[in-house]
């Protein structure tokens, strides 16, 4: 069964802050994701990457950036934290191909104040 | 931009069949997916659908049809259980398999 690991579940931070939220998936996916979730507006896409050191935006980069240093890990970056990044960020990986289900950690629960 | 649309909330009654709809633009998407989440958990994942038709899968099923840009979640003999939300996304043309959201549709199931 795959398994996706999001280092923390609970995150307090302040305002200005650099964040890091790590991500780790144990099935040698190529594909890795990072979304956040709010109340309405569903989960939307910050950056994903297809391979090793290899990244693409999303539709909302703004304020973030990634790191793919190893197949298993995706990590996401908040450089300068601020409250309306306040969210659910769940991070998911996937096999190369088409058609192949993403499969999601528990997510963080980020609060910035 | 690339819109998927679903309603925001529905509910059932325990033993019932419900259907979920979805829409998005045509022109956009290669597949669609469903998930279930329910609240406080992760997404997982309950049906792909590539082809126009019905696929079924136990009490639930997914439909597609690619030419008017719909798809629907039914979900038979309905359980407390399968109060949750019910997310449609599709996967872009281009590549990556990155997928796109709708919103969710919550679903309460009652007694």
């Known amino acids: 069964d795959v398994k996706v690991t999001q280092s923390s579940r609970y995150l307090v931070k302040r305002t200005g802050e650099k964040v890091f939220l790590e991500c780790v998936q144990d099935?040698?996916?190529?594909?890795m994701f990072w979304y956040r979730q709010d109340p309405g507006l569903g989960l939307r896409l910050i950056y994903f990457?297809?391979?090793?050191?290899?990244?693409e935006k999303g539709d909302i980069p703004e304020g973030y950036s990634v790191s793919r240093e190893k197949k298993e890990r995706f990590s996401l970056i908040l450089e300068s934290a601020s409250t309306n990044q306040t969210s659910m960020y769940l991070c998911?990986?996937?096999?190369?191909?088409?058609?192949?289900?993403?499969?999601f950690g528990n997510g963080t629960r980020l609060t910035v104040t | 931009g690339q819109n998927i649309d679903q309603p925001t909330e529905m509910t059932a009654t325990e033993g019932a069949i419900v259907q979920i709809n979805c829409t998005y633009q045509?022109?956009?998407?290669?597949?669609l997916f469903w998930y279930q989440q329910h609240a406080g958990e992760a997404p997982t994942f309950l049906s792909y659908?590539?082809?126009?038709g019905l696929e079924e899968k136990g009490r639930f099923s997914s439909f597609l049809s690619r030419s008017k840009g719909y798809s629907y979640l039914l979900l038979k003999e309905l359980q407390m259980k399968d109060s949750a939300s019910y997310l449609c996304?599709?996967?872009?043309?281009?590549?990556?398999?990155?997928?796109?959201f709708g919103a969710g549709t919550r679903l309460a199931v009652h007694p």
């Open positions: 998911a990986s996937s096999r190369g191909q088409g058609g192949s289900p993403l499969h």
């Open positions: 099935m040698d996916h190529e594909n």
């Open positions: 990457s297809y391979d090793v050191k290899m990244k």
């Open positions: 045509t022109s956009g998407f290669n597949g």
């Open positions: 659908n590539v082809l126009d």
């Open positions: 996304a599709g996967t872009p043309s281009g590549g990556y398999n990155k997928l796109i």
